[in-house]
């Protein structure tokens, strides 16, 4: 009998996955669509969307962090390590447990104090856009770092669990 648990989890991460790039593409395009046709507006008819510059800058956020989310996705984020390059794989792998548990606490940290800082949004009912409720705009803040932390921490305890298995041999297939 198939594994049904890990047939779920392996659709949700393909699911997971193309969305954040369909959410990536469409972001960009109509960003890109929107800042042309502004500077087009502007240019030709001395006309504009007040809104529209602002929501240039919601859409940077929204691909900046839908982007984080998509490079922690296989260790594809930015890292600096040099010391892998110098010592054997068994001995980088504390450096990398430690930088992982280090990113998976400070993006569940920002997760968590963004979040707060979105409900004193919703109390003070701030606006964006004219009359959207900042929260809106805002929310993909504490959600796109509760997504990272999550992904660092399984990050972290493959590490973990990778420092108990045995390596394997040179020759062998698995």
Same mark, same amino acid.
């Given at each position: 009998?198939?594994d +049904?648990?890990?047939v779920? &989890?392996? =659709?949700?991460?393909r699911? %997971?996955?193309?969305?954040?790039?369909a /959410?990536?593409?469409l972001l960009l %395009?109509?960003?890109m669509?929107l800042a042309?046709?502004q500077?087009?507006?502007r240019? *030709?008819f /001395?006309f504009? *969307?007040?809104w529209a510059?602002? !929501? #240039?800058?919601l859409m940077? !956020? $929204?691909?900046a962090l839908?982007?984080?989310? @998509?490079? +922690?996705?296989n260790n =594809?984020?930015?890292?600096?390590?040099i !010391? /892998?390059?110098?010592v @054997?794989?068994k001995?980088a792998r #504390?450096? =990398? !447990?430690? &930088?992982?548990?280090?990113?998976?606490?400070?993006?569940?940290?920002?997760? $968590?104090?963004?979040?707060?800082?979105m409900l004193?949004?919703?109390?003070?009912e701030?606006?964006?856009l004219v009359?959207v409720?900042? $929260?809106?705009?805002?929310g993909i803040?504490p959600l796109?770092? @509760?997504l990272?932390?999550?992904? *660092?921490?399984?990050?972290?305890v +493959?590490? &973990?669990?990778?420092? *108990?298995r045995?390596?394997?041999?040179?020759g062998s297939?698995?």
């Amino acid at each position: 009998m198939p594994d +049904s648990s890990g047939v779920v &989890v392996d =659709r949700l991460e393909r699911w %997971g996955t193309a969305a954040e790039n369909a /959410s990536l593409v469409l972001l960009l %395009g109509a960003m890109m669509l929107l800042a042309v046709g502004q500077i087009a507006l502007r240019l *030709f008819f /001395s006309f504009g *969307f007040v809104w529209a510059d602002e !929501l #240039i800058k919601l859409m940077v !956020l $929204w691909i900046a962090l839908i982007a984080s989310i @998509a490079a +922690s996705r296989n260790n =594809r984020h930015l890292r600096i390590d040099i !010391l /892998s390059h110098f010592v @054997a794989d068994k001995y980088a792998r #504390i450096p =990398r !447990l430690i &930088v992982e548990a280090f990113a998976a606490f400070m993006c569940g940290l920002l997760a $968590w104090q963004s979040y707060r800082y979105m409900l004193v949004s919703i109390e003070f009912e701030e606006t964006v856009l004219v009359d959207v409720p900042a $929260w809106v705009a805002h929310g993909i803040v504490p959600l796109a770092f @509760a997504l990272m932390c999550y992904r *660092f921490f399984l990050s972290f305890v +493959s590490e &973990v669990l990778g420092l *108990f298995r045995p390596a394997p041999v040179a020759g062998s297939t698995p």
